[in-house]
């Protein structure tokens, strides 16, 4: 049902409840005097009948859900309440018998449709980032026909693989690749990313962002749900759908306390009709457990939080797939960080050639000609060099990865591997590689190019270490956490990066299967892992670790297999991320022992057990203390700050 529903609903009944208020049996006992007229009564049970059907209908068809579902919970215990009131209000009404709870009754609908709108006022709140990027995206885009002319349609009409024209100024309508133009690219909403990113040919461009002050002509290459734009919007709109450990506990908690309020209620009635032969009276005591008891702020307290601290992830670029990451991240003993493209910028560039065979061109071309048709970083960037080298790229043909070595392929005829040092070190033990070792001891990565198991050559490269990197595993140690890093390298270029970055525990020269081994073993020993990667390759690791963060987003590796997507591809929201669970979990606890504690103490009062020294809790007191209770754990969610 719709926030706007419940504001409507709550209105209506809040003026329907003033003349009760002065008709009702409450106001006669609190001013001695009441308003009375010829079909008075009859005014009173229909006021108090619409606002019982009117009001109360959220509540008494969610019980009937509820019920069907064989989950007595929140709804159940609401509509119990508000069914013995009216009922036991209708029967006093005409036989003059006793006090009738329209006023209660009444009053109770009342709070219990401000609470939910209060909820779900909140909630939407919560999910403003969520509507803000779905605003992102354009109504129309500019579409190149193949005679070259631009035809506007709409956004619903474009397919992949058209093409479209971004004129300068203009929000991207679709993700695509670069097909004419350069420009600069502003993705700060969707990214975090402030600076404006430069894009040429052949780069990515996705969908809402704002293009710079030139055209650019896109090939398009998801749309819709396909889109990046869509697929954060699916992730953060699914996180906040998603029902947490915590969350789970405080449903168990509103069920029991349903079955404790009918019991205290039973008893209450019980207790009170035999010590005072009073009916009435008994029903009284029954009916204000039950309007006490009804766990309106308990269903509250974990949503809000979670809400919140949802919404305060996606607008620092964190990217919530999986609840229970908002608590797990905090009790994270060990952060396991995947080396290339995490905590080095994934960019490298070619240091030093050495070929024993032919020209060192010769050997970038045969190289770069392999991995060519290879995704890599290592391999983008060998072949980025050779382009800007200007040299040609020769064919080739049966181009295979060899996992955890490198690859193998054939060009014009001729048998070659490009294979890592440890290859190396394990087959051609008699090949002298000094100066290729003195190089990776320098940080250095070296792929060496064999034809038919004969040394070529070796290409040396270096991949510059983050600058945020440092300021991340140093914040971690702060935090009382260990820095790990998991890395295909050589245990040379590990050592080297992890000196720099001061990391505790360094695996090297690991397979992809290898780094979910690795998780593992550190999980037997007590360890709670949280492993951090570009979520293609470290897929496996990601999935064992306790908590999977994936760098960069819109694979759908890292949608499939972590928790968490970093968007602004930064590891030093980590650090962000492990601040924020702490004190969403403490928001948590809060809230719960807000809702919870207040029905420890009130239920007992509303039994009536001070009723010898004076103290009662009618059910109109009742009710508003609970919705105190509701708005302080409403407004305890929305104020929690980072």
């Given at each position: 049902?719709k926030?706007?529903?419940?504001?409507?609903?709550?209105?209506?009944?809040v003026?329907?409840?003033?003349p009760?208020?002065?008709?009702s049996?409450?106001?006669?006992?609190?001013?001695g005097?009441?308003v009375?007229?010829?079909?008075?009564?009859?005014?009173?049970?229909?006021?108090?009948?619409?606002?019982?059907?009117?009001g109360?209908?959220?509540?008494?068809?969610?019980?009937?859900?509820e019920?069907?579902?064989?989950?007595?919970?929140?709804m159940?215990?609401?509509?119990?309440?508000i069914?013995?009131a009216?009922v036991y209000?209708v029967a006093?009404?005409f036989?003059?018998?006793?006090?009738?709870?329209?006023w209660?009754?009444?009053t109770?609908?009342?709070i219990?449709?401000?609470?939910h709108?209060?909820?779900?006022?909140?909630?939407?709140?919560?999910?403003?980032a969520?509507?803000?990027?779905a605003?992102?995206?354009?109504?129309?885009?500019?579409?190149?026909?193949?005679?070259?002319?631009?035809?506007?349609?709409?956004?619903?009409e474009?397919?992949?693989?058209?093409?479209?024209?971004?004129?300068?100024?203009?929000?991207?309508?679709?993700d695509?690749e670069?097909?004419?133009?350069e420009?600069d690219v502003n993705?700060?909403?969707?990214?975090?990313?402030s600076?404006?990113?430069?894009?040429?040919?052949?780069n990515q461009?996705?969908?809402?962002?704002?293009?710079?002050n030139?055209?650019?002509?896109?090939k398009v290459?998801?749309?819709?749900?396909?889109?990046?734009?869509s697929?954060?919007?699916?992730?953060?709109?699914?996180?906040?759908k998603?029902?947490s450990?915590?969350?789970?506990i405080?449903?168990k908690?509103?069920?029991?306390?349903?079955?404790?309020?009918?019991?205290?209620?039973?008893?209450?009635?019980?207790?009170?009709?035999?010590l005072s032969?009073?009916?009435?009276?008994?029903?009284?005591?029954?009916?204000?457990?039950?309007?006490?008891?009804?766990?309106?702020?308990?269903?509250?307290?974990?949503?809000?939080?979670?809400a919140?601290?949802?919404?305060?992830?996606?607008?620092?670029?964190?990217?919530?797939?999986?609840?229970?990451?908002?608590?797990?991240?905090?009790?994270?003993?060990?952060i396991?960080?995947?080396?290339?493209g995490?905590?080095?910028?994934?960019?490298f560039?070619?240091?030093?050639?050495v070929?024993?065979?032919g020209?060192?061109?010769d050997?970038l071309?045969?190289?770069a000609?392999?991995?060519?048709?290879?995704?890599?970083p290592?391999?983008?960037?060998?072949?980025?060099?050779?382009?800007?080298?200007?040299?040609?790229?020769?064919?080739?043909?049966?181009?295979?990865?060899?996992s955890g070595?490198?690859?193998?392929?054939?060009?014009?005829?001729?048998?070659?591997?490009?294979?890592?040092?440890?290859?190396?070190?394990e087959?051609?033990?008699?090949?002298?590689?000094?100066?290729?070792?003195?190089?990776?001891?320098?940080?250095?990565t070296?792929?060496?190019?064999?034809?038919?198991?004969?040394w070529?050559?070796f290409?040396?490269?270096?991949d510059?270490?983050?600058?945020?990197?440092?300021?991340?595993?140093?914040?971690?140690?702060?935090?009382g956490?260990?820095?790990?890093?998991?890395?295909?390298?050589?245990?040379?270029v590990?050592?080297?990066?992890?000196q720099?970055?001061?990391?505790?525990?360094?695996?090297?020269?690991?397979?992809?299967?290898?780094?979910?081994?690795?998780?593992?073993?550190?999980?037997?020993?007590?360890?709670?892992?949280?492993m951090?990667?570009?979520g293609?390759?470290?897929?496996?690791?990601?999935?064992?670790?306790?908590?999977?963060?994936?760098?960069?987003?819109?694979?759908d590796?890292?949608?499939e297999?972590?928790?968490?997507?970093?968007?602004?591809?930064?590891?030093?929201?980590i650090?962000?991320?492990?601040?924020?669970?702490k004190i969403?979990?403490r928001?948590?606890?809060?809230n719960l022992?807000?809702?919870?504690?207040?029905?420890?103490?009130?239920?007992?009062?509303?039994?009536g057990?001070l009723?010898p020294?004076?103290?009662?809790?009618?059910?109109?007191?009742?009710?508003?203390?609970?919705?105190?209770?509701?708005v302080?754990?409403?407004?305890?969610?929305?104020?929690?700050?980072?």
């Amino acid at each position: 049902m719709k926030h706007s529903n419940f504001k409507k609903r709550f209105f209506i009944s809040v003026i329907l409840t003033i003349p009760i208020f002065f008709m009702s049996s409450m106001t006669e006992m609190l001013t001695g005097a009441k308003v009375e007229f010829p079909g008075s009564n009859w005014v009173l049970l229909s006021l108090a009948t619409v606002i019982f059907f009117y009001g109360g209908w959220p509540f008494l068809s969610g019980t009937i859900e509820e019920l069907k579902e064989k989950n007595p919970a929140m709804m159940t215990l609401i509509a119990l309440a508000i069914i013995v009131a009216y009922v036991y209000s209708v029967a006093i009404l005409f036989s003059s018998n006793g006090m009738n709870y329209f006023w209660e009754l009444a009053t109770l609908i009342d709070i219990m449709l401000l609470g939910h709108w209060i909820e779900m006022r909140a909630v939407m709140n919560a999910s403003n980032a969520l509507k803000k990027m779905a605003e992102l995206l354009p109504g129309n885009a500019h579409l190149v026909l193949q005679t070259g002319k631009i035809k506007d349609i709409s956004l619903q009409e474009v397919t992949t693989g058209q093409t479209v024209l971004v004129k300068e100024g203009e929000k991207v309508p679709t993700d695509g690749e670069i097909i004419s133009g350069e420009t600069d690219v502003n993705e700060a909403l969707l990214t975090g990313e402030s600076k404006a990113v430069n894009k040429t040919v052949g780069n990515q461009v996705i969908a809402g962002s704002l293009n710079g002050n030139n055209a650019i002509k896109i090939k398009v290459t998801a749309t819709g749900e396909d889109s990046y734009l869509s697929q954060v919007i699916k992730l953060v709109s699914d996180a906040q759908k998603e029902k947490s450990k915590t969350e789970t506990i405080s449903d168990k908690a509103a069920k029991l306390l349903f079955y404790l309020a009918l019991l205290v209620g039973i008893i209450t009635f019980i207790v009170w009709f035999s010590l005072s032969n009073d009916w009435a009276e008994a029903v009284n005591r029954a009916v204000t457990v039950l309007i006490i008891a009804c766990p309106h702020a308990l269903g509250l307290a974990i949503p809000l939080v979670v809400a919140k601290s949802t919404s305060l992830s996606a607008h620092n670029g964190l990217l919530v797939r999986k609840r229970r990451a908002l608590e797990s991240a905090r009790l994270v003993d060990t952060i396991a960080f995947d080396k290339t493209g995490t905590l080095t910028e994934g960019e490298f560039k070619i240091t030093d050639m050495v070929a024993i065979h032919g020209t060192e061109q010769d050997l970038l071309q045969i190289v770069a000609s392999l991995e060519a048709q290879m995704s890599h970083p290592i391999a983008t960037s060998i072949v980025k060099a050779a382009k800007e080298e200007d040299i040609s790229f020769m064919t080739a043909k049966n181009v295979k990865a060899i996992s955890g070595v490198g690859l193998t392929g054939k060009v014009e005829g001729k048998t070659y591997q490009v294979v890592n040092s440890k290859y190396m070190a394990e087959n051609l033990k008699d090949i002298d590689i000094s100066k290729a070792t003195a190089l990776a001891k320098e940080g250095k990565t070296i792929s060496f190019l064999l034809q038919d198991h004969s040394w070529v050559g070796f290409i040396a490269i270096m991949d510059e270490v983050r600058t945020t990197a440092k300021d991340t595993v140093q914040g971690l140690h702060e935090l009382g956490k260990k820095a790990m890093m998991l890395t295909g390298d050589s245990q040379n270029v590990a050592k080297t990066v992890g000196q720099i970055l001061n990391i505790d525990y360094i695996e090297s020269e690991l397979l992809p299967q290898n780094k979910a081994s690795v998780i593992k073993d550190y999980q037997k020993h007590g360890k709670k892992m949280m492993m951090v990667g570009d979520g293609v390759n470290d897929s496996p690791a990601l999935a064992t670790a306790d908590l999977g963060v994936a760098i960069g987003a819109g694979t759908d590796v890292a949608i499939e297999t972590a928790d968490v997507i970093l968007s602004k591809s930064n590891p030093k929201d980590i650090l962000y991320f492990i601040r924020l669970s702490k004190i969403t979990y403490r928001k948590m606890i809060q809230n719960l022992w807000w809702a919870a504690g207040y029905n420890i103490i009130a239920i007992p009062l509303a039994a009536g057990v001070l009723a010898p020294i004076g103290i009662v809790l009618s059910p109109a007191v009742g009710a508003i203390l609970m919705s105190l209770s509701t708005v302080i754990v409403a407004i305890n969610a929305q104020i929690m700050k980072v």
